[in-house]
C-alpha cells in the first residue's frame, strides 16, 4: 500500500513540476547600516528546472504505482 501512496506522490510532484518549470524569489541584503541610515538591496533570483524533469519523475511514479498495484495481495 506504501508503495502506492509513493507513487501517486511522485506522479504529482513530476506534474508540478511539469507545470510549474520555475521558481522565483527575492532577497534582501543590508549595503549600509550608519545610525538610522539603511541602505538595501533586492536581489531577485530564478530557480529553473528542465519539463523533462517533470515528465521522468512522473513516469517513475506510474511504474511505482504499476509495481505497488502487482505486488498487492
Given at each position: 500500500?506504501?508503495?502506492?501512496?509513493?507513487?501517486?506522490?511522485l506522479l504529482l510532484i513530476?506534474?508540478?513540476?511539469?507545470?510549474?518549470?520555475?521558481?522565483?524569489?527575492?532577497?534582501?541584503?543590508k549595503i549600509i547600516h550608519v545610525g538610522n541610515l539603511k541602505i538595501a538591496r533586492e536581489n531577485d533570483h530564478l530557480l529553473e528546472w528542465s519539463p523533462w524533469l517533470g515528465i521522468a519523475v512522473s513516469l517513475v511514479g506510474v511504474f511505482t504505482m504499476?509495481?505497488?498495484?502487482?505486488?498487492?495481495k
Open positions: 500500500m506504501r508503495t502506492i501512496i509513493l507513487g501517486v506522490l513530476g506534474i508540478m513540476l511539469f507545470i510549474f518549470n520555475h521558481y522565483d524569489f527575492v532577497t534582501f541584503g504499476a509495481i505497488g498495484i502487482l505486488n498487492r
